[in-house]
C-alpha cells in the first residue's frame, strides 16, 4: 500500500502534488546514449508552468487536450500538466513509417475531432505535417508552452479534485473495428495502479525503465503513471531509440540499476538476439520483473530471451506474463512475482474442435504451449463465459474473457451503442477467448479472430507461431488472417473459409502450415 506520506486520494493531481512534496524518485530522460537526470519535484515545478500556460488559454476542468509529439522530457511534462489543469489527455498515435503520413494525417484530425479536444498541443517536429484547417481546435506549439515569456509556475490556479472526472481519452488501434474513445477517470486510474502496485509487490525503491510509447496504455498507465504517482524512480527512452539499436534497452537497465520493465512479445525477441552479441560488461542482476504483454505471448521466445540473459545475472524468475488492457486502464492479471514463466501445455486440437484445454506432453505433436497469466490485481475480478449461452465455464473450457471491478472504463466517448455491448450487467465482455487452471487465466485467442478450418477453431497467434520458424522469418513478422468472400459467404476450402497469411519478406499458404 501507499506510504502514510503520499497521498490516497483517487486523484491524479493529489498523488502527483505527494510525490513531489515527498517522494525521493528520478526521473531520468535517455535520448540515444546521452541522458539527462532529475527529480519528480523539479518536474512538477515546469509541469505547474506549462499549466499556467495552458489555463491562459482557457483550458480547464472537464476540457480535452489532445497531445502529440514524441517521447520527450517535454512531453512528459506536458502530460503532467494537462492532468494538472483538470483537464483530459488525448493520446494521439505517432506515425509508423513516413510512407504513411497521409493516412496518419487522416487519423489524427480524425481522433482529434471525434474526441471534442479544445486544444491541440503539437511537437515542432510534427507541426510541419499536420497543419490546422477549418473545423479543428486551435493548435499550440509545444515549444511555446515552454518560451521564456510563458506564465511560471506560480500562475497555476489548482483546480479541485474530481475524482469522476476524465483523466485519459485513448482511442483504440481501429485495426477491427471504428476507433472507440476509451474514457478512463482519475478514480478507476488511481485503483487500477494500487492493485497493480500491490499485485507486482513494487517500492518505493523501483527503478522502472521504459522505452514503451506514451500513446499507449501499458507505456502511459503502467510505466509512467506509477512513479509519477507512486514515487519510484523512472529511466524513459524513446521507442525509436529501442528499435533503432534494442541492445539499448538492456543498456539502460544496467547503467541505471533497472528493477522492472516491460515490453510485447517482439521486443523480447529482439532484446534476445542483441544479448546473444553483447559484450560481457552488462549487469542484469538488478531485474526483478520483466513484464510481457499487449499482444500473444509466445513462450519459447520469452524463454529465450532470458537464455541469452543468464550470462549477464538475468534471473528467470523475473519472467512475468500478465494481461491488460486499456478498458480496464492497463493491468488485469498478474501472475506472482518471481515465480517466472509458468505454460500450460495442452492439445491443439482439443482446444479448436472441442474448446477444452486438455494437458498432454510438450513432445506431443498437437502440443501447444500457453503462459499462465496469473490472478485478478487487487479490484477486479475474472469470469470465463460460454459465448453463446452466457452460462459460466468450468476449469479448463474456453469461453470468453469478462471482467468486472473498480478500475473498468465508464464506456466509449459518444458511443452509447458501443459502450452497451462492452458492458453488460457491469461486467466487460472482452472480447478474447481464455480459460482458467486452478484461477489462474490464460488467453488463447480472439472471439473474432478465429478462423474455422474443417470445423476447427484455428487461432492466428498459433499459425504466426508456426510460420515465424520457417527459415529467412523473423519472430513478429508474421500476421494470419481470415478472409471473408463476399456477402459474408467463405470461399476457396471444404468449410467455405479462405485463410491467408502474410510474412514480412515472404508469402506462406496457409495449408503448408496447417498440414
Known sequence: ???????????????????????????????????????????????????????????????????????????????????????????????????????????TRMRIRRSDS??????????????????????????????????????????????????????????TSEPKGVMLPHRNICNNLDGAWIAAELSHEETIVSWLPLYHDMGLVGLLTIPMTKSCSLVQGAPQDFLSKPIRWMRWLSEFNGTASAGPNFSYALAARALKRADDDLDLS????????????????????????????????????????AEVCIAGCFPTPGKGLITDVVDRRALESEQRAVPVDADAESAVELALLGRPVPGLEISITDPATGEPCKDRQVGELRIAGNSLTVGYYNQPEATAELITDGWLNTGDLAY?????????????????????????????????????????????????????????????????IWAVGQRCRLNNVLG
Open 118 to 175: 479544445k486544444v491541440v498541443v503539437i511537437d515542432s517536429q510534427l507541426a510541419a505535417f499536420v497543419e490546422p484547417i477549418a473545423g479543428d481546435p486551435p493548435f499550440i506549439g509545444l515549444d511555446d508552452l515552454f518560451a521564456d515569456d510563458a506564465p511560471g509556475s506560480d500562475d497555476y490556479v489548482r483546480p479541485a479534485n474530481d475524482p469522476d472526472s476524465l483523466a485519459v481519452l485513448q482511442f483504440t488501434s481501429g485495426s
Open 286 to 325: 538488478k531485474v526483478r520483473m520483466f513484464l510481457n504483454g499487449a499482444e500473444p505471448i509466445d513462450a519459447p521466445t520469452f524463454r529465450r530471451f532470458f537464455e541469452a540473459g543468464e550470462r549477464f545475472g538475468l534471473d528467470p524468475g523475473s519472467a512475468f506474463p500478465a494481461f491488460g488492457m
Open 436 to 500: 482458467t487452471v486452478g484461477g489462474e487465466l490464460v488467453v488463447c485467442g480472439r472471439i473474432k479472430d478465429v478462423i474455422i478450418v474443417g470445423g476447427r477453431n484455428v487461432y492466428p497467434q498459433d499459425i504466426e507461431v508456426v510460420a515465424g520458424e520457417v527459415d529467412g522469418v523473423r519472430t513478429g513478422n508474421v500476421i494470419a488472417f481470415g478472409i471473408e468472400g463476399r456477402q459474408g459467404a467463405h470461399e476457396d476450402s471444404a468449410d467455405g473459409c479462405r485463410a491467408g
Open 1 to 107: 500500500m501507499l506510504s502514510s506520506q503520499f497521498s490516497s486520494e483517487l486523484s491524479l493531481i493529489s498523488r502527483i502534488e505527494s510525490v513531489a512534496e515527498h517522494g525521493t524518485g528520478l526521473v531520468t530522460f535517455v535520448a540515444g546514449d546521452d541522458h539527462e537526470t532529475l527529480n519528480w519535484a523539479q518536474l512538477h515545478s515546469e509541469a505547474r508552468a506549462v499549466a499556467a500556460g495552458l489555463q491562459a488559454r482557457g483550458v480547464g476542468p472537464g476540457d480535452h487536450v489532445a497531445l502529440l509529439g514524441p517521447t520527450t522530457r517535454r512531453l512528459v511534462t506536458a502530460i503532467q500538466a494537462i492532468w494538472l489543469t483538470g483537464a483530459a489527455l488525448v493520446t494521439m498515435p505517432l506515425p509508423m513509417r513516413m510512407g504513411a503520413l497521409d493516412q496518419f494525417i487522416e487519423q
